[in-house]
Every structure is written in structure tokens, then in C-alpha cells.
DNA sequence: TTGTAGGCGTTATCAA
DNA sequence: TTGATAACGCCTACAA
């Protein structure tokens, strides 16, 4: 009904009726005495604004305490400042530090995370990306290469950079960030081998939907057959890491056959056979070598300090997050390969082989 | 240039000049044979649409893959579904659980999280907190009561509900989520009273910033007070955690005066000086208590395993985005205080003390 | 119960 | 170098 009389003389901006309340670029605009479109050209310094024009926007800009509106500039360049992730546990040892310099990284160029646990859950992961596509990101990162056909559709289909993390395939059409699994079993045995151990053991992850403990498995399994030793997997049924630990340490140290060195899927399992080592008198590395892969936090505090491979972290969240911004143009290239990016992990050896 | 012969008559849906390429309501619509904001109105469950409308507008939505644009969304109401969140940082042992909690929370009720690291300092968190705004959240969260003005100011004027948490301070008008840090510390001093300790030191944190510590150590000093005994506090001046513990362990063990029980500021600190006491010979806790606080995750894992105060990382977040739901008329109240989020902290008795 | 008109704040396009 | 105009895709207000 409006039928307020008009205050067109006041200083303060005219009441709108929908928007937020905060200033946009056409107040700018207004207070510098330019186009609106002018301002949106120097804000984003591209395309040719006179300094003098210039001055003037930014005198404005802090004036009304300016913040542009990324939601509408998405909406009209559809293509929003956001980068969806999906990754398996947020607060876990593992992605943690890949999260983080991811999101610092991308941050620090005016892009925004949005994040998204898919607890190894491949159905989780596409709600994940299908939620992310509602918000136009200019480009999307899952971790490892296994995905429902819905999501590996919607990721060709979406027409931006799609980053696979942690699980390197180079032959997979995604941009690649991780490191080799297989690899990575392969060098526990390799340090196992050249430290004179003999009956080497493997330990799988009791976690479900691990996939990548499995390529670990195998390369394990290569090397101690390339040196004519039989591969020697044990499958907890425990569920929590520390008792799976615990129980596949009795397995494979109180039969018949008796393991001289275990390689488990990971530290938390290694720490719990650590543990019960301890409780138990046997004497690691001396009766039994253990060895995880994870280096976490807690590994170097174990008593004996626990043998480990550390894998890139931190890195691949950088690099992953360098890729993205190259490939939007953000960042210039620097002539390393874009698509292909192969970490190493490192063998991390304390006490405990 | 453009001379391509036109094809009007194509059964595809016309191309648009800037458009992401993927359906739109209206292409819903379209399909459906029904209005747009019918669609609109149905995939919201709110207001009143037909059954069978209904139907024929779920048989578009899936045979066009449809997702809603949700920048699209945010604009025009001018109320995104998305959260802005603070924290010092992501990949920590203490906000990790805190983020995942909050993020699942919030995604499964269809709204994304924004994730910002202040690294404890309160310059980078304005900074967040003005690049939050420009995708205009629903609300925002921070972590901890020190903020610049500018951020004050920001919060305040932003008109959408902000939630303070970890460090609960009722006095404050932002919903309070979080625990007493005053309260940590006097559980601390009371728990090695009890235990008859009596010449009981607190390490203060070698990160500087870290304010809680500092309500923490206040906590035990009252308690001491109160007990007719002096508070005796350290300072490190080494910066790596472990180092400043070992540092801490040594000034107050080896001194003429010496400690039978030492508080630290965190866990970290505290592992530091159980390593440098295995290694020194010193018998933890018959020469020397030592406890901690955070209840890191190689915290039960050391020897002696160290007491501890687990504070309540994962309700934190959990009850966080729950008041927001509520605020945001997402969720229904449930009748608990919906300002004032008190939480205790579990204090942890291993045998470092 | 359904539809029409128009605005949300920005950027792409094209013209000057 | 600058600006006018028209999208971008959806939602609010109001009408039928």
C-alpha cells in the first residue's frame, strides 16, 4: 500500500523491498557518480578503468563499507567462487591436513570449500556432489577413484576441473592428486626385506570400503613374491582399529606359523598391536616387527615409536587447489604437468622395526 | 558472427546465450505442463500443490536430472543456505570433531558450511567473517569471544544469528556454545588436590593467542587460592609443543622448589614433558604428577597414559548447528535454553596422575 | 490451488 | 575507456 509520503530528499539510500539491506554496486555506483558496470570492471581488475574513476570507487567502496555480493556475481557469470570437496571423514588423522591447505589455498584467491564427509559411503559421496552442483562450483575434488555411475556422470557431465585425491590412476580422465597405494605396500615390504625379516604379514583395514588398503595389500604382495615369499594377509573381524590390532597381532604370533613382521592398513591398527604387545611381553621388534602407514600424531609418541609411511597430506591439498586455480585461469601455469601429479610417501623408520 | 542457419526446430531446448547448460525450474515447468512457481512451490513442500501436479513435476524433475539452482535461490530471497564458521584451525586435534559434527549437521538439512582458519588471529578472522558476507549466510559461527571491532561491528549489523563457540561467556549476546575454560582449570586443581598433591604448577600455552589458556589457568589459581595455596605458573619460551613441555618439565623439576604436579595447557604440551620424564628417569606420577588437557587422540597411547580433560568437541558443533536450525525456523524448539549452551568437560583419569 | 509480474545484485554483450 | 541493456534462475507479492 505504500502510501507513506515520499522521502526522496533523504540522504540514506531508498528503502528496497526485498534485498538484504546492504549496500550493492549500484550504490557505489551512485556515490562515485559511474556506471555501475564500471565499478564491477575495477573491482575485478580486468577490462580498463581510469585511475581517476578509480580513486573515486574506492573512496565509496569505503564509505558504505562495500561487500560485493558473490551469490549474485555467481549467479550472473554462472560460475560461483565455490569448490566442492567431498572427502571421507572431516576430523579423521588422515584428510584433515589435505582439507586445510586446501581450503587455505583457495581461500587466499577469493574461493570458498564447501565441504562434505561421505564416511566411505560411494551413495553419501553422490548426494555430496548432486548437493554441490545446486551451487555452480567452478570446479569439484573427490577422494579416490571408486564412485557410483551417478556421480562419475554428473562429474564428466559438469563441465568444470574435477580433481581426484589421495588414490593416484593415471589412466582415470580426472586431474590426478595422490600418491600410489600399491607403491606404498610395496615399500613397506622393500624395508621389511632389507631389515632381514622373512615371514612378513599384512593386515587389513576392519573398516568396510577401505578400497585403498587393498592396493596396498598388493603391492605388499608383489614384492614378497618378486623375492619368492608367499603373501600372508590377515583379515580382522574386529570392527574398532585398536581391537582389530589387537586380535590379528594373537593371530599371527601364537599359531603354528609365527609372523617376524607385520605391515598393517594403517596406524591405528598398528598401535593397537602395539599395545597388546606390550601387555603381552612380546618383544617388538625383537620377537615381532610392526609397521602402519598413516604417520599419525600419535605414532612417534608409541612406545617403541612405531615405523610408519607417511603420505602427503598437506601436499596434495595444495597441489589439488593449485590445479584448480591454473586450470580457471587464476594462477598461471607453471609448466609442471597439470592432470598427472604423482606424490612420493615417505618411509618414516623408528623403533618398532 | 553467429551465421550458423538457425535451428529453431530442434527438440532440444533452446540454447541459452549464458546459462550453466543445465535445466532450469522452467524447463521443469515446461515438462510438467504447470507453472514455474508451482514447481517451485512443490519441491519446497510448503504452500499447496495437487498430487497429481505433484507427480507430473517429480516424473520432470528426474527425467531432466534436475537440480535446483541454489545461487539462483539465494539471491532472490536474499537468505543463502549457507553457514559461515570460523575456527583457529581445521586439521588441529580440538576443532576437527567440532567441523564434522557441525558440517553433517548442517548438510542434512540442506545447508552448506563455509569454513575459514583465523590461525588465532583475530585480523584473519575479520577477514573471514567480510568474505562470509558476500554470500549472504543464514548465520555465522566464530570460535571464541575476542574479536576485533570490526568484527563485532560486522556481527552485530549482519541481522542473522552468530554463535560464539568453545569459550562460553553468558554475558554476551551471541548464542553461547561452548564450556567454562575457568571451570577447566578448577577441575584440574581440585583433581590433583584430591589426589593430595600439593606443590601443583600450570604450564601456560607457547602459542600465543591462545586465550583459553589463560581462563584455564585462573581456574586452577582460584582454587589454589582457595586452598590456601600459591599459584605457580610457567611460561615456555620454546614455540614447538613438545619442546615447550620438556622446557616446562625441567624448570619446575629441577629448580630448588619442585612440583609434585604440573598442569599443562594442553595435551601436547603435556606428552612433551611425559617424553622428556621417561627419558630424564623421572617417575611420572610418583615424583611428578602431569596432566593435560584436550584428550588428543595419542593421549590414552602414552606411558603412563596421561590424565586428562576432554572437552566437548563434537556436541560443540552438534548443538551449534542445531540453535541455528532453530533460529532459522528449520528445526522445531525444543524447549531447552535456545541462547545459553552450557557443556561440561569430562575429566579423564589415566595414570600420569 | 495455480499463475503473472517483477525484483534480487551482478556480469556479458554490445554500442558509443 | 565508459555505459545502457538484458540476462542469470529463482522467489516474493499479489491476483485469479
Known amino acids: 500500500m505504500k502510501n507513506k509520503p515520499d522521502e526522496e530528499a533523504n540522504e540514506e539510500p531508498a528503502r528496497k523491498r526485498r534485498g538484504s539491506g546492504r549496500a550493492t554496486i549500484h550504490d557505489v555506483a551512485r556515490l562515485a557518480g559511474v556506471g555501475s558496470i564500471t565499478v564491477s570492471r575495477y573491482l575485478k581488475k580486468n577490462g580498463y578503468v581510469s585511475a581517476e574513476l578509480g580513486e573515486r570507487i574506492d573512496a565509496a567502496v569505503a564509505q558504505l563499507n562495500y561487500v560485493p555480493n558473490l551469490v549474485a556475481g555467481g549467479l550472473a557469470s554462472s560460475r560461483g567462487k565455490v569448490v566442492g570437496m567431498v572427502v571421507p571423514n572431516i576430523s579423521g588423522p588422515i584428510f584433515a591436513s589435505t ?29 555430496a556432489v ?47 592428486v595422490g600418491y600410489s597405494n600399491h607403491e606404498v605396500g610395496a615399500q613397506a615390504a622393500r624395508h621389511l626385506l632389507s631389515k632381514g625379516y622373512k615371514r612378513i604379514a ?38 574398532a582399529p585398536f581391537d582389530a590390532g589387537r586380535q590379528a597381532l594373537e593371530a599371527l604370533t601364537r599359531g603354528r606359523r609365527k609372523a617376524d613382521a607385520i605391515v ?58 593449485q590445479r584448480i586455480l591454473q586450470a580457471l585461469g587464476e594462477l598461471p601455469d607453471d609448466g609442471k604437468p597439470a592432470r598427472l601429479n604423482l606424490l612420493g610417501c615417505e618411509l618414516v623408520e623408528r623403533e618398532s622395526t
Chains 1, 2 share one sequence.
Open 130 to 176: 548432486r548437493a554441490f552442483l545446486g551451487w555452480s562450483p567452478a570446479a569439484l575434488v573427490v577422494t579416490g577413484r571408486f564412485h557410483t555411475k551417478g556421480t562419475e556422470a554428473m562429474l564428466a557431465g559438469a563441465g568444470i576441473p574435477v580433481v581426484e585425491t589421495w588414490d593416484y590412476h593415471p589412466r582415470r580422465k580426472p586431474i590426478q
Open 202 to 239: 599384512f593386515v587389513q583395514n576392519s573398516v568396510a570400503g577401505d578400497l585403498s588398503a587393498i592396493d596396498r595389500r598388493d603391492g605388499y604382495a608383489a614384492v614378497l613374491e618378486e623375492h619368492g615369499l608367499e603373501p600372508w594377509t590377515y583379515a580382522p573381524t574386529e570392527a
Open 99 to 127: 582439507i586445510q591447505s586446501f581450503n587455505d589455498t583457495l581461500n587466499r584467491h577469493g574461493y570458498q570449500v564447501l565441504l562434505a564427509s561421505s564416511y566411505f559411503s560411494a551413495e553419501q559421496e553422490e548426494n
Open 264 to 321: 598393517f592398513a594403517n596406524d591405528n591398527l598398528a598401535a593397537g598391536a602395539l599395545l597388546a604387545s606390550q601387555r603381552a611381553g612380546l618383544q617388538v621388534p625383537q620377537r615381532c616387527a610392526l609397521m602402519g602407514f598413516g604417520d599419525y600424531a600419535f605414532s612417534s609418541l608409541l612406545l617403541p615409536s612405531l615405523t610408519t609411511i607417511r603420505p602427503p597430506g598437506r601436499e596434495i591439498g595444495e597441489i589439488a587447489a
